[in-house]
């Protein structure tokens, strides 16, 4: 973390629009529940957060696409919820970069996943939350994310197309959601975001 920006992920040439990666079918802090903290992932926690992707989604994409990029990106924000000495939950953002704006520092929320039997405690909302933050802290200053259009309003999100803005995939309008992290950041900012060239070869 706080690496400087790769910046070769550009495009400034709105590219067609391909199928969303799979699997789209998107400090320490504590949370209202027992001893849930919400901290940096730690080197020695890859294989834990392997599992922890693994078992929330239908396949192993999403774990395997976060191994690549916390190989091959950087900076990239991976936190994880851990109770009681267990990994439960993992968030990952990575800069994303929006056509004709290749210094506007944007992350992209993904993936981020809650074993199932850890869900609907708060855990993945207490995951944004400080994965917003831990953003805004590193001078990041909007996120996107290709996600469910119930669940991320309640974070600050709206649709990306409020602001101009779209992705290179194929989904539609309401899934593709922005979320400025400093006040006015997107406006006047219209183009597409190209996500890291990882997400496309997981
Ligand atoms: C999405 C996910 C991370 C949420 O984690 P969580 O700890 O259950 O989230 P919270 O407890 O903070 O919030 C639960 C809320 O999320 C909503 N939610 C969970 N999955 C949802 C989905 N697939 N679509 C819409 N809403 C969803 C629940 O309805 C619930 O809403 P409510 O508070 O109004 O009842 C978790 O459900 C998960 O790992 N899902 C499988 C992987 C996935 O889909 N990841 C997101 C990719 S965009």
Known sequence: MGVPIQADETDQQPARKRSPPGGFSAAQISVPRGHMLIRAEKENER???????????????????????????????????VENGEVVGHIMFSPVFL????????????????????????????LVRAGLERCRQLGFVAVVVLGHPEYYPRFGFSPASRFGIDSEYEVPEDVFMAIELQPGALIGKTGRVKYNAVFSNV
């Open 99 to 126: 056509s004709g704006y290749p210094n506007l520092k944007m992350m992209g929320l993904a993936p981020m996943a809650v074993t199932p039997e850890h869900q609907r405690n708060g855990i993945g909302s207490a």
């Open 47 to 81: 294989d834990a957060v392997y599992a922890v992707n693994a078992s929330a989604f239908e396949t192993k994409s999403e774990a395997n696409l976060v191994d690549a990029l916390l190989e091959k990106v950087q900076p990239v924000v991976s936190l994880v919820a």
